[in-house]
């Protein structure tokens, strides 16, 4: 059982949260200076003060001041998330996209785009935060049982609806070449063209998903005990799964809203958090998710940037090609 | 040498860098009912697994009439060698009768269709047990005592002299162990099998066992008849309980009374 | 981490007695592989039947078997038939590949995406499609591309002492990486190169040749009678690794011997349709629902099944659609998914986790 008071292990853990603190502000300045033209830091300094006015400052304040702070609050939502599914399923492999919540968000997207002829991913954002509430509520529907969420049901049903509306948002996407061509792009997931408007619209939710997390650890502490137990320990199971439910559909509705579908940052940053810090405590671990998160995004990101520049490759492929070996060395440590 | 004598010579066994059991040195005579005892954690289920050869030696050999087990083909031993695990995996809604019939298996070629001898082993190992009635039950559905009596079916149909259960009466009430233990008993007493079980209750072991090993630490603490090995001192030293070895009033083996402790205990008189 | 692999079954119908052949006691089996026979039997007269030139259905099915009039024999056997068979074929290994699959893990979301399988078929299949070959090309591709996967899957999955767990992780880095890798390149191509690209990874079954479905589907019945022969130690796998051990069986051994039989079956299937998931992870499930635990029947009947949903959503696909040329993988999914979902609800007994 994790230490009941709070202040002690937390503070065990302090050098570490500074340490990561740190690594993520490495990245956010890494973020601001690199891309297809190089900026130096200084001037970075100097356009985020604003002494400076030239091309490369308007570059860091115009363009890479906005895409970090996306990326930021994008890797914070998928990185908790992913830590509270994780939590209500009591399964390690559970992500936010397998509730259905990608899938749901790209159909409506291209549909929006084939029937309304939409450009451009802030058009995107309701469409895309509609599609995937609606996919992951319909998915915890169909999980429901006696009241409360069947595991399996829900991994099964989700996976499911992703099959479903992956194909129809195929069968769209063929329908029509010019959606194709539009949507392939937001369908990988980027943080490019996403200007700060892009996140105003889902910052409420965002914000709640992430005080309901935060306020959820104790119970999600119990829960990993067995419902059962939980239940002894006065934690009112079904409820908790699903007000987390809800937590993670709001938080990860709106980091695919806003960037598209992003594989692995929702199913790696707890794994991360969970091995550097040793701590299956949630208390430790929803806020580590908030710092790993946007580190990993971030990471992926700058490396899109530098890996074919002068263009660049979307972040959704990154992550995804750099989940693939964490996944694997996640195998590795598993025992027996 | 008896037939069917299971024994180990010098025998390491380990999980990963942890040494479980140490240079044990252990002979289990053939054609008597033997029991494992110990604290928990001593080794016992350890020593199953490597006595049935889920787990490998990392040093010193395990043998049956003196032949290696780890040379044999893994189905040669399988005819001679049937474990009860500790906490079998039920498939899911398997029937009794379906999950007797795979004990039939090491008996069984590669494309030979089910025969005439298979079914009959597998009737005689439903009656011996008495599930009879219950064949095409699935097994997740039966009491424990019933699931338990099933699984020792299938080891039954698998016909073999030895027969080896893991902690068979642990999780069962009372009837259901004393069931069991006179199952296991029957069956030794009417086919001369070899019988190794493990189990906690020292009173039990004494009464069904011709031979007790008591293990402590990985290390052999005591071996032979119960009568001549299970004392107050064994106990003592074993698993740390002051205690009374009495003869049973039943059936004169050892019986094991631990001396009262908390205040509510205090005996009446000396 | 337990909970990942070993997860719960819903329960079929209560006294199911597997399919023993002796006192079957109400066995479903029977009575649902019938009704699945019928169902396909109806499915080929359609197939056969229908097309540009509309023939009547009884000269159809002869012309099938090489009987009646050249012109119908012609058009029946070199046009129709292979996509038919092509979906049969490949409907019932995607099945079987799927139902061996979710035995093997235990787990009911297991099937060769699991694996990196179908990732790895999209991925070959693609590839094939930048270096610019043609259409003959594909299919080798696809089957070079599962079978790539498999062996990435050996490389950092497979160690003695196999953990289940581990190749799960692993298969899913695997599908992970080689997917990431397609959607690479159908972000890169050429929107008609693109449209190729996304058209086969939603699965198709348009002109296949005989040569292809003599040498994948020839090859995926070898595989299906390989499954049969070794149902026995899959049901002995099922006991557990102490039981099994104990009964002689060398689980290391057997597992991989499964294992492969299961991603070979995958792959080919992907060779002549593309990866169409749906089928293998969901017709083991329906095939539950329907006749209960898993034995050597229901094995069986998963291939019926899935030969059965291929090829009717093949049908739906070609003429009951108002957009044509729609992939076979949109419609299996879309006719399947309400099925399972309903299916699901539908079963009131509580969902028991097997005994540990």
């Not at chain 1, 169909?142 to 996976?159: E, N, Y």
């Not at chain 3, 006691?25 to 592989?33: D, G, K, N, Q, T």
Request: a positive charge.
């Amino acid at each position: 059982m994790p230490d009941p008071r709070p202040a002690a292990h937390v503070l065990r853990r302090v050098p570490l949260f500074v340490a990561g603190l740190g690594a993520l502000a490495v990245c956010a300045a890494l973020s601001l200076a690199l891309g297809a033209r190089s900026v130096p830091l200084s001037t970075v300094w100097e356009a985020l003060t604003g002494a400076a006015h030239g091309p490369d400052a308007l570059v860091v304040t115009g363009l890479r001041v906005p895409r970090t702070v996306v990326a930021l609050a994008v890797g914070a939502a998928l990185g908790v998330a992913g830590a509270v599914v994780q939590g209500i399923t009591r399964n390690p492999l559970a992500s936010p996209t397998t509730l259905g919540i990608n899938a749901g968000a790209g159909f409506a997207v291209v549909t929006a785009i084939y029937a309304l002829h939409l450009t451009r991913p802030v058009q995107y954002v309701w469409f895309a935060f509609a599609g995937a509430a609606a996919a992951a509520l319909f998915a915890q529907a169909l999980a429901r049982r006696a009241g409360d969420l069947d595991p399996v049901r829900l991994a099964l049903g989700g996976t499911v609806l992703q099959l479903v509306l992956l194909s129809w948002t195929s069968t769209v996407m063929l329908a029509s070449k010019r959606s194709l061509d539009e949507a392939r792009f937001w369908l990988a997931g980027s943080l490019a063209e996403r200007p700060l408007s892009v996140l105003y619209p889902v910052l409420p939710t965002l914000v709640i998903g992430l005080v309901v997390a935060l306020a959820l650890t104790p119970a999600l502490n119990a829960l990993a005990l067995g419902d059962d137990s939980a239940q002894a320990l006065g934690v009112p199971v079904s409820r908790i799964r699903t007000v987390g439910g809800l937590a993670v559909v709001l938080l990860a509705a709106s980091a695919v809203a806003v960037a598209g579908p992003l594989a692995f940052i929702g199913l790696a940053a707890p794994h991360l958090v969970r091995q550097l810090l040793r701590t299956s405590d949630h208390r430790v671990l929803v806020p580590g998710c908030l710092i790993a998160g946007p580190l990993l995004l971030l990471a992926a990101d700058i490396l899109g940037r530098l890996v074919i520049r002068p263009s660049e490759l979307q972040v959704g492929i990154i992550s995804a090609f750099l989940g693939a070996p964490l996944l694997a060395l996640l195998a590795r440590k598993v025992a027996r | 040498m008896t037939a069917n004598q299971l024994s180990t010579h010098g025998l390491d066994l380990r999980y990963g860098d942890r040494l479980i059991v140490g240079g044990l040195d252990l002979v289990l005579p053939g054609g008597a009912v033997t029991a494992v005892v110990g604290p928990n954690a001593c080794g016992k289920s350890t020593l199953l697994r490597g006595l049935t050869r889920l787990l490998a030696p990392a040093a010193g050999t395990v043998a049956l009439d003196g032949a290696d087990i780890h040379r044999m083909p893994a189905r040669a031993l399988a005819l001679r060698m049937g474990l009860l695990p500790q906490q079998p995996v039920t498939p899911d809604a398997i029937t009794v009768e379906a999950l007797v019939r795979l004990g039939r298996y090491p008996h069984q070629r590669l494309l030979s269709p089910w025969s005439a001898a298979d079914q009959q082993a597998v009737e005689e190992a439903l009656r011996r047990t008495g599930t009879e009635e219950l064949r095409h039950q699935p097994v997740d559905q039966l009491s424990g005592g019933q699931r338990q009596r099933a699984w020792i079916a299938l080891a039954l149909a698998q016909d073999t002299d030895l027969l080896l259960l893991d902690e068979p009466t642990t999780f069962l009430d009372l009837r259901h162990q004393l069931d069991v233990l006179d199952l296991v008993a029957a069956l030794h007493s009417e086919a001369g099998r070899t019988v190794v079980m493990v189990l906690h209750d020292l009173g039990q072991a004494a009464r069904y066992a011709d031979h007790l090993v008591v293990l402590k630490d990985g290390q052999l603490a005591a071996a032979g008849a119960p009568a001549d090995v299970l004392d107050a001192e064994l106990v003592k030293s074993v698993f740390d309980v002051d205690c009374r070895v009495i003869p049973d009033p039943e059936t004169g083996t050892p019986l094991v009374v631990p001396k009262g402790r908390a205040k509510r205990h205090t005996a009446v008189s000396a | 981490m337990n909970d990942v692999v070993r997860s719960a079954k819903p329960l079929g119908s209560p006294t199911q007695d597997p399919a023993t052949g002796r006192k079957a006691e109400r066995s479903r089996i029977p009575l649902v592989a019938l009704a699945g026979l019928v169902v396909l039997c109806a499915l080929v007269t359609v197939s056969v039947a229908n097309g540009e030139i509309p023939l009547p259905p009884v000269e159809a099915v002869k012309g099938l078997f090489g009987a009646g009039e050249p012109g119908t024999v012609l058009v029946v056997q070199e046009f129709r038939a292979p996509r038919m068979v092509a979906a049969i074929v490949a409907g019932a290994g995607l099945a079987v590949g799927g139902a061996l699959l979710q035995r093997l893990f235990r787990n009911p979301l297991a099937s060769p995406d699991v694996m990196g399988v179908t990732g790895g078929a999209s991925f070959g299949a693609v590839a094939m499609l930048a270096a610019g070959a043609s259409q003959v090309m594909m299919p080798l591709a696809a089957l070079g591309g599962g079978l790539l996967a498999a062996v990435l899957l050996g490389v950092f999955g497979w160690r003695s002492g196999t953990s289940v767990t581990r190749l799960v992780l692993v298969g899913l880095a695997v599908q992970a990486g080689l997917s990431a890798a397609v959607s690479f390149m159908v972000v890169s191509f050429p929107t008609e190169l693109a449209g190729s690209a996304l058209q086969w990874t939603t699965g198709s079954v348009y002109g296949r040749t005989w040569t292809e479905v003599w040498s994948a589907g020839g090859a995926v019945v070898v595989g299906l009678v390989l499954a049969f022969v070794l149902h026995r130690r899959l049901a002995v796998l099922d006991l557990g690794d102490d039981s099994a051990g104990t009964l002689g069986l060398n689980t290391h051994t057997a597992r991989l011997q499964i294992l492969v039989i299961a991603i070979v079956l995958a792959s080919l299937a992907a060779a002549l349709t593309g990866p169409v998931a749906f089928v293998a992870l969901a017709v083991p499930h329906m095939v539950r629902f329907l006749a209960g635990p898993p034995t050597a029947g229901t094995l069986a009947l998963s291939a019926l099944a899935g030969a059965v949903l291929l090829l009717a959503s093949d049908l739906v696909a070609q003429y009951l659609l108002p957009v044509s040329g729609l992939p076979v993988g949109v419609v299996t999914a879309t006719l399947g998914a309400p099925w399972l979902l309903v299916l699901m609800i539908r079963q009131s007994s509580s969902v028991n986790r097997s005994v540990r």
